[in-house]
């Protein structure tokens, strides 16, 4: 007997591998909309194989992660150069000096001017057959087992590493640590979000799981803005842009550890949630087959 939850998470990324075909059909270029949607389907996709590999298909689920891993990466380069000049934008918006305002004008014109990869690349060649391979192994799988097995293998399981894997980057936590828990973060919202509606009056919060996501995505962001205005620093001799990259590169320092408190606050009470908790909320549902 196939299991009815099972069942949804496959129906769910076969409609996801759909979607990234028909944004792929006769397109010749991306915008930076359809980049970032790219990019998005492919996490959600590693996420549910990442929940598939619990249920005896872990030499399936890791074929197709590193497939979709490919995939990410060549887009990887457009859309790296789309967040830097967003990151930068924001920026802008938190400040009112005039001579930070001033320092991002000059960091963005020098970004315009050395960045070559584009905002709005051609569609690659290899990107639609990423997609159509994946969709042929979520249709090819074999769906066998009950709601438990999903629940207690999969979720649960997941549920208490992720929960872990919290608890000590919020006691000891270094940057990689944190840019981990950003994609485990989201991979569990990944996962609970073909779920539906179903569990907005459980103990299980997604739009506050959703909230901390965003919030490890900003500061990830900001992060790697520092990082990328660092190592330009200590190749120009321009002094008047080595003055402008070390105004914004302190503009980003003072935002990134506000929304670090941010994040820690979020996860902590993200976290709270206990295994049992998420179990007996998803034993729950009563999913149609």
Do not use: N
Request: hydrophobic share 40%; net charge positive; aromatic share 4%.
């Amino acid at each position: 007997m196939s299991s009815p939850m099972l069942e949804r998470l496959v129906a769910v990324a076969c409609d996801q591998d759909c979607q990234a075909l028909a944004s792929l059909m006769d397109q010749q270029q991306l915008t930076p909309e359809q980049v970032h949607s790219l990019r998005v389907l492919i996490k959600r996709q590693r996420a549910l194989w990442q929940l598939i590999s619990t249920q005896g298909e872990s030499k399936r689920a890791q074929k197709q992660d590193k497939a979709l891993r490919a995939g990410a990466r060549l887009l990887a380069a457009s859309r790296d150069r789309q967040v830097t000049e967003e990151t930068l934008a924001t920026l802008k918006q938190t400040t009112r000096r005039d001579y930070e305002l001033e320092a991002l004008e000059r960091v963005m014109a020098w970004l315009a001017e050395e960045q070559s990869d584009p905002v709005a690349p051609p569609v690659p060649e290899a990107l639609p057959l990423v997609f159509q391979e994946d969709l042929d192994a979520w249709q090819a799988l074999k769906r066998k087992g009950e709601d438990q097995d999903v629940i207690r293998k999969g979720y649960v399981t997941l549920y208490r590493q992720l929960r872990q894997q919290a608890l000590e980057t919020l006691s000891e936590g270094k940057d990689e640590d944190w840019h981990r828990l950003r994609r485990d973060v989201k991979y569990l919202l990944y996962q609970l979000e073909p779920l539906g509606g179903t569990l907005a009056d459980a103990e299980v919060d997604i739009k506050r799981i959703r909230k901390l996501g965003s919030q490890l995505g900003d500061l990830h962001d900001l992060h790697m803005l520092g990082d990328q205005l660092k190592r330009r620093l200590k190749k120009t001799g321009d002094a008047e842009l080595r003055e402008a990259l070390v105004c914004v590169r302190q503009l980003a320092a003072r935002r990134e550890e506000r929304v670090m408190t941010e994040c820690r606050q979020r996860t902590r009470r993200v976290f709270e949630l206990k295994p049992k908790m998420l179990r007996q909320a998803l034993e729950q549902l009563a999913l149609p087959i």
